[in-house]
């Protein structure tokens, strides 16, 4: 193979991960065609799919400073700088996710992400396929076929491998799996969403608190609330499958209206088409997907939501997709034989994805149900007081993983360990003031070595 063909390279999916991705190696001299099913969303606009809106952190920040899109992404994002807790009795209170303004999350919204991500993409010289659905590969050949939604035509391209960027409903995954078992299991929540809008108010201003993520905690299920820059707010209502209240017995418009008046109620006056968006917009399924292995050989890989979804309650689905690309480009550049490299890139991420997807899950009953529960508000303020301390040594696990750019399974497993700590030094205390600091301070020097 000649060097030429050597850095060629083709993706599935134009989504956020395959248009980082195509940038980062683009950039680098790479020659890059990706084929996206959907049509151009810079032409016919974004056709919707997952989440109307993302929090983005540090993680993806990094990537898309590398990939030289971070000013034309923060020029539309509007900053959260915590969660605002709705409680049942209509109080509200600001938990701030980190120390000040530059420990902050941004809302961005999907369809201008992508359509920025597009033309960042095309500049670097991606050469951009849309109306092209992967459909079947012929891996011994390599040849991929593709189909056009809109007439059913097949096209077919030569490829020297294939990247997988191509979502949850990966179809180069399946192409994958009739060639080896890739150990493929996607576990369901049980619990599904449903978008809601708060529009504008009258002035045109927002109806809440813009710079911050509101949540509505009620033990089994909650609400949260992501800030749109044109003012709007997306509403997302998490609810079980089965039970009460749940999707299949909160049904209608009329339904849902009577679970907000009663759950949510200074929610409900806010969202002036409730019946409507409830009845129009689908109900998406929540999942954790787990695979033993993201590539075959030297031909194919895959990376974000195709190799590694999980439910959205960290907010890092996105952020850790543009990891893995960063990671993918890293390794396809320092490694010119390409299964070495598929395999180091899985051998980096594979660990980390699943940490992630361990503290998602997490995250979400601490969501819905602990965010404003006596014992929980007790370790937090112990955490924030740790963090003080021993800012060397105590990072809170939500700043970790939110803030910096350590491997998340480090993450995780300091947070084992500082959560353990939390609940010991916390036993049997109602308030801080009781605590004794020497042994506090002693227990956090001998059990966490600081944070390099
Ligand atoms: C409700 C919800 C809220 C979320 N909130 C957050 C958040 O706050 N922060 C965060 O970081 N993450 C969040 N996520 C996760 C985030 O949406 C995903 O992790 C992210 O979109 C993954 O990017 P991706 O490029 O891998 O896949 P996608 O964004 O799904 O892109 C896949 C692309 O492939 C295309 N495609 C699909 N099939 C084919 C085919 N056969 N051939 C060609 N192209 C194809 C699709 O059209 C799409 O353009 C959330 C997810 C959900 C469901």
Not at 74 to 97: E, I, K, N, S
Not at 135 to 143: G, K
Not at 252 to 265: E, T
Not at 341 to 368: D, G, S, V
């Amino acid at each position: 193979m000649s060097m030429d063909t050597d850095r060629r390279i083709t993706i599935v999916g134009a989504g956020l991960a395959g248009a980082v991705l195509a940038t980062l190696l683009a950039q680098r001299g790479w020659g890059v065609d990706v084929y996206e099913k959907r049509g151009d969303p810079r032409v016919q606009g974004y056709a919707g799919g997952r989440s109307i809106n993302l929090a983005l952190a540090e993680r993806g920040r990094h990537a898309l400073r590398l990939a030289g899109a971070d000013e034309a992404v923060m020029r539309q994002a509007v900053m959260m700088r915590g969660r605002m807790v709705h409680f049942l009795d209509g109080r509200t209170d600001l938990q701030r996710y980190g120390r000040d303004d530059s420990e902050v999350i941004w809302s961005v919204h999907r369809g201008e992400l992508n359509v920025i991500l597009l033309d960042i993409a095309q500049h670097a010289g991606v050469r951009l396929h849309f109306h092209r659905g992967l459909e079947s590969v012929d891996f011994a050949a390599r040849r991929a076929r593709f189909v056009d939604p809109r007439d059913g035509s097949a096209h077919e391209a030569q490829f020297v491998s294939l990247v997988g960027a191509d979502g949850a409903g990966s179809a180069l995954r399946a192409a994958m799996a009739r060639q080896a078992d890739l150990g493929e299991r996607t576990e369901y929540l049980g619990h599904s969403y449903k978008e809601l809008e708060i529009p504008p108010a009258p002035d045109g201003g927002f109806r809440i608190e813009p710079n911050a993520l509101h949540v509505w905690p009620r033990g089994r299920y909650m609400c949260i609330a992501l800030p749109n820059d044109e003012r709007t707010f997306t509403v997302t209502l998490f609810l079980p499958n089965a039970g009460e209240p749940s999707f299949a017995s909160v049904r209608s418009g009329a339904d849902a209206r009577a679970l907000f008046a009663r759950d949510f109620a200074d929610a409900l006056p806010l969202i002036p088409d409730l019946e409507r968006d409830f009845e129009r917009n689908p109900t998406g399924l929540l999942a954790t997907l787990y695979l033993d292995r993201w590539h075959l050989a030297g031909e194919a890989v895959l990376l974000g939501d195709a190799a590694h979804a999980m439910v959205p309650f960290h907010g890092q689905g996105m952020n850790c997709a543009f990891e893995d690309c960063v990671a993918l480009a890293g390794h396809l550049d320092a490694q010119p034989d390409r299964a070495a490299a598929f395999a180091a890139f899985q051998a980096e991420r594979l660990p980390n994805a699943r940490a992630i997807q361990a503290m998602a899950l997490e995250n979400y009953l601490e969501m819905r149900d602990r965010v404003d529960d006596d014992d929980y508000l007790l370790q937090r303020a112990l955490e924030r007081a740790l963090a003080e301390r021993h800012p060397d040594r105590f990072v809170p696990r939500y700043s970790m993983v939110t803030f910096l750019r350590i491997p998340y399974a480090l993450a995780f497993e300091r947070g084992r360990l500082q959560r353990e700590l939390l609940v010991e030094l916390t036993r049997g205390h109602a308030s801080l003031d009781t605590l004794d600091w020497d042994r506090v301070d002693a227990a956090v020097r001998e059990r966490l070595p600081p944070l390099a």
